[in-house]
């Protein structure tokens, strides 16, 4: 079955005609909802169903990001409120075996909110390490300021979410924490040296090179390639995340309508495809773009299909998981209910 190497948005929570008509022809690798799609259980469970049978297929991976603390596009009063990944980190520094134990059963607790709504996707463990005098965009979504603490954490959270049914994506390869500035409305350039980027902010990423899919950062690290953000450079992507990273897994761009990025949307389609994306995120809900990036798309075929599928494959049957006492001694461990 032919599949475009795209993962697209919706504009709301249900699908209009011409989504359901575009999706069909497109036939899009998978879907990512966000705040703007989800209202109750009930409307997100038919519109996950919704957006598999316009796709025709029964398995096309739905994606979210359910972070914890400013990143969860699902939240009170219908979902639990999570605490972000630097919580983990407090805890950690503590105890690290309750540290960690946090971070893998709040994993698993948030994969089973979102495996009852037919997400099976989540963009989480965040990688990245933040230093001092860079933009929150990170922040606390961080689990720590080290590797090590980063590395252990995200590994912890990213075996929860297997455990639950739900797909890792570890984010932003290799490394968003020095950014200066929100790749969400400019573009970051780090300065550092490449010797110092491979002792501080790839590790995490090599340590998780493992994993099924993982996203890219729209940064640029000028000691490798000067000229192009990681999601669009061949040199990135071929000597830094597939060679000294070792990541052999489906790697997806960040989001191609995020204004870090040059070019029109098709441009930014086609030069992160031939930069060595597997797939391409976008993730607004414009129609017009959607169809766009898919103009300017390929399908879905040869290594990067052989990735798609491997990833697709490490989804695990869910074991009987007992969601009232996980959330006690969630709420134990960390210091805050799941309510």
Same mark, same amino acid.
């Given at each position: 079955?032919?599949?475009? *190497? #795209?993962?697209?948005? +919706?504009?709301?929570?249900?699908?209009?005609?011409?989504? !359901?008509?575009?999706?069909?022809?497109?036939?899009?690798?998978?879907?990512?909802? #966000? /705040?703007?799609?989800?209202?109750?259980?009930?409307?997100?469970?038919?519109?996950?169903?919704?957006?598999?049978?316009?796709?025709?297929?029964?398995?096309?991976?739905?994606?979210?990001?359910?972070e914890g603390g400013r990143v969860?596009?699902?939240g009170p009063p219908q979902w639990?409120?999570?605490?972000?990944?630097?919580?983990?980190? @407090?805890?950690?520094?503590?105890?690290?075996?309750?540290?960690?134990?946090?971070?893998?059963?709040?994993?698993?607790?948030?994969?089973?909110?979102?495996?009852?709504?037919?997400?099976? !996707?989540? +963009?989480?463990?965040?990688?990245?390490?933040?230093?001092?005098?860079?933009?929150?965009?990170?922040?606390?979504?961080?689990?720590?300021?080290?590797? @090590?603490?980063?590395?252990?954490?995200?590994?912890?959270? *990213?075996?929860?979410?297997?455990?639950?049914? &739900?797909?890792?994506?570890?984010?932003?390869?290799?490394?968003?924490?020095r950014a200066g500035v929100d790749?969400?409305?400019?573009?970051? &350039?780090?300065?550092? /040296?490449?010797?110092?980027?491979?002792? =501080?902010?790839?590790?995490?990423?090599?340590?998780?090179?493992?994993?099924?899919?993982? %996203? =890219?950062?729209?940064?640029?690290?000028?000691?490798?390639?000067?000229?192009?953000?990681?999601?669009?450079?061949?040199?990135?992507?071929?000597?830094?995340?597939?060679?000294?990273?070792?990541?052999?897994?489906?790697? %997806?761009?960040?989001? !191609?309508? %995020?204004?870090?990025?040059?070019?029109?949307?098709? @441009?930014?389609?086609?030069?992160?495809?031939?930069?060595? +994306?597997?797939?391409?995120?976008? +993730?607004?809900?414009?129609?017009? @773009?959607? =169809?766009? !990036?898919?103009?300017?798309?390929?399908?879905?075929?040869?290594?990067?299909?052989? $990735?798609?599928? $491997?990833?697709?494959? %490490?989804?695990?049957? &869910?074991?009987? #998981?007992?969601?009232?006492?996980?959330?006690?001694? #969630?709420?134990?461990?960390?210091?805050?209910?799941?309510?």
């Open positions: 079955m032919t599949v475009s *190497a #795209f993962i697209a948005g +919706c504009a709301g929570p249900t699908l209009s005609p011409d989504e !359901v008509a575009f999706f069909r022809d497109a036939r899009p690798w998978g879907f990512i909802l #966000f /705040s703007r799609n989800c209202e109750t259980p009930d409307q997100i469970r038919a519109l996950t169903a919704a957006l598999r049978a316009a796709a025709d297929r029964p398995d096309a991976p739905i994606l979210i990001d359910q969860q596009r699902l639990p409120a999570y605490p972000a990944g630097r919580r983990f980190g @407090e805890v950690y520094a503590r105890d690290r075996r309750t540290g960690l134990a946090a971070a893998r059963l709040g994993a698993r607790l948030i994969a089973h909110d979102l495996l009852e709504l037919g997400i099976d !996707v989540d +963009c989480l463990p965040v990688l990245d390490v933040p230093v001092e005098g860079a933009h929150d965009v990170i922040g606390h979504r961080a689990y720590g300021v080290t590797p @090590e603490v980063v590395s252990d954490l995200g590994r912890a959270a *990213a075996a929860g979410l297997l455990e639950g049914g &739900v797909l890792p994506v570890i984010k932003h390869i290799p490394g968003h924490g790749s969400h409305h400019h573009l970051p &350039v780090v300065e550092t /040296s490449r010797a110092a980027l491979e002792t =501080t902010d790839f590790p995490p990423f090599r340590a998780a090179a493992d994993l099924p899919l993982a %996203m =890219t950062a729209h940064v640029v690290y000028s000691a490798i390639d000067p000229d192009a953000p990681a999601t669009t450079s061949k040199t990135v992507i071929d000597t830094v995340i597939r060679g000294f990273i070792g990541y052999d897994g489906c790697l %997806m761009s960040d989001d !191609v309508s %995020m204004r870090a990025l040059s070019g029109t949307i098709g @441009e930014r389609t086609a030069a992160a495809l031939a930069a060595g +994306c597997d797939l391409v995120l976008h +993730c607004n809900g414009d129609l017009a @773009e959607m =169809t766009a !990036v898919a103009a300017a798309c390929r399908p879905l075929e040869g290594r990067a299909r052989e $990735r798609a599928d $491997r990833a697709a494959a %490490m989804r695990r049957p &869910v074991e009987s #998981f007992d969601v009232e006492a996980a959330r006690a001694q #969630f709420a134990r461990l960390t210091g805050t209910p799941v309510v």
